[in-house]
C-alpha cells in the first residue's frame, strides 16, 4: 500500500502536493516526461495500470471503472491535479473523473489542449487523427472540433497495431515502416494538413511519421503542448510547488521485470516501479 505523502489541505498561493499522471501502462510517460522537463520543481506521482493494459479495446464501462479506482489512489495521495494522460482515457472517462473527484483535485486531459492548438493553427482546413479503436470510435475529436465553429475537416483513422508495436520496441525498424506505411496510406487520410497524435505511444514514431509526410504534413504531438497547459493551470491558480523539492514515483497495477524493462523507451532511463493492485 502507498503511504500517503501529506495531509493538509492545499495551500492557495502555492502547493508541494504532487500532480498525479496515470495512463493504461506506460505510453503516458512520454506525457509524464515532458511534464517533468516542464515543470521540473513538481512533485509527480505516476499510475500504470498494467494489469488492464490497453484501454484501446476495452469498453468505456471498463476504462470508467478503472478511471474512478485510479482517481480515488491519486487524491488519497493528495494530488492536487490529476493529468488523464491517455486519450482512450480521457475520451471515455474525463466528464465522470472530473464529477467524481470534484473539488478535491483539478482533472484535466490530453485532448482538450490538442483541440485548443488546432482551432489556433488550422481554421478552415482539413487535418488527420490516428488513435485507438475507442479513441476514434468515441467521436470525441470530431465533436469537440466541430463546436469550435472554424471550419476545421477531421479524417480519422484506427490504427490499433501501432500500440503494441511500440511496446514491443519495433520502431525505427523495418517492421514499424511498414505497417506506418500502410496505414498512412490509407485514402482516409488523403489531403491533410496536419495529422494529430491521438495516442500517447505515437510520439516514440513520431520522426517515422514525419519523414513519410516530408514537410507537408505537420505531425502534432500532444505531449508538449498537454504540458505547457499544466503549466499555464498551475500557473493561474497560484499551484506551483515553492515549498520543497520535488520527488518522483512511479506505480503500476501489475509488475514484471520486462515491462520495467520497456520503460526505459518511454523515459528514456529504467524507472523504480512499485506495484500496487488497484482491487486488493
Known amino acids: 500500500m502507498i503511504t500517503s505523502f501529506a495531509s493538509t489541505p492545499i495551500q492557495k498561493q502555492c502547493s508541494p502536493a504532487p500532480i498525479g499522471i496515470f495512463d493504461s501502462g506506460i505510453g503516458g510517460l512520454t506525457v509524464a516526461h515532458a511534464v517533468m522537463q516542464t515543470l521540473p520543481a513538481e512533485s509527480m506521482i505516476y499510475f500504470g495500470d498494467t494489469a488492464h493494459l490497453p484501454y484501446?479495446?476495452?469498453?468505456?464501462?471498463?476504462?470508467?471503472a478503472f478511471s474512478v479506482k485510479i482517481c480515488d489512489v491519486l487524491l488519497r495521495e493528495q494530488c492536487k491535479l490529476i493529468l488523464i494522460a491517455c486519450n482512450s482515457a480521457s475520451a471515455a472517462a474525463y466528464d465522470l473523473a472530473r464529477e467524481y473527484t470534484a473539488s478535491r483535485a483539478k482533472v484535466l486531459n490530453v485532448i482538450d489542449p490538442t483541440i485548443e492548438?488546432?482551432?489556433?493553427r488550422f481554421a478552415g482546413q482539413t487535418i488527420g487523427l490516428i488513435g485507438t479503436k475507442q479513441t476514434v470510435n468515441s467521436g470525441v475529436y470530431e465533436r469537440k472540433i466541430g463546436e469550435l465553429g472554424k471550419n476545421i475537416t477531421l479524417q480519422s483513422l484506427a490504427t490499433?497495431?501501432?500500440?503494441?508495436?511500440?511496446?514491443?520496441?519495433?520502431?525505427?525498424?523495418?517492421?514499424?515502416?511498414?505497417?506506418?506505411?500502410?496505414?498512412?496510406?490509407?485514402?482516409?487520410?488523403?489531403?491533410?494538413?496536419?495529422?494529430?497524435?491521438?495516442?500517447?505511444?505515437?510520439?516514440?514514431?513520431?520522426?517515422?511519421?514525419?519523414?513519410?509526410?516530408?514537410?507537408?504534413?505537420?505531425?502534432?504531438?500532444a505531449s508538449q503542448i498537454v504540458a505547457?497547459?499544466?503549466?499555464?493551470?498551475?500557473?493561474?491558480?497560484?499551484?506551483?510547488?515553492?515549498?520543497?523539492?520535488?520527488?518522483?514515483?512511479?506505480?503500476?497495477?501489475?509488475?514484471?521485470?520486462?515491462?520495467?524493462?520497456s520503460t526505459r523507451l518511454f523515459f528514456g532511463e529504467q524507472l523504480d516501479l512499485e506495484q500496487y493492485r488497484l482491487w486488493e
Open 117 to 120: 492548438y488546432v482551432s489556433e
Open 228 to 261: 505547457a497547459s499544466v503549466r499555464k493551470y498551475l500557473a493561474d491558480n497560484n499551484l506551483f510547488n515553492n515549498a520543497s523539492a520535488g520527488f518522483r514515483k512511479f506505480f503500476v497495477s501489475d509488475y514484471t521485470p520486462s515491462f520495467a524493462a
Open 56 to 64: 484501446g479495446d476495452k469498453s468505456t464501462a471498463a476504462i470508467q
Open 160 to 221: 490499433p497495431l501501432l500500440a503494441p508495436m511500440i511496446e514491443e520496441g519495433f520502431f525505427n525498424h523495418s517492421i514499424s515502416e511498414s505497417v506506418i506505411h500502410t496505414y498512412l496510406s490509407d485514402p482516409a487520410l488523403a489531403g491533410i494538413k496536419a495529422l494529430i497524435l491521438g495516442c500517447t505511444h505515437y510520439p516514440l514514431i513520431k520522426g517515422e511519421i514525419s519523414r513519410y509526410y516530408g514537410d507537408s504534413v505537420e505531425v502534432i504531438d
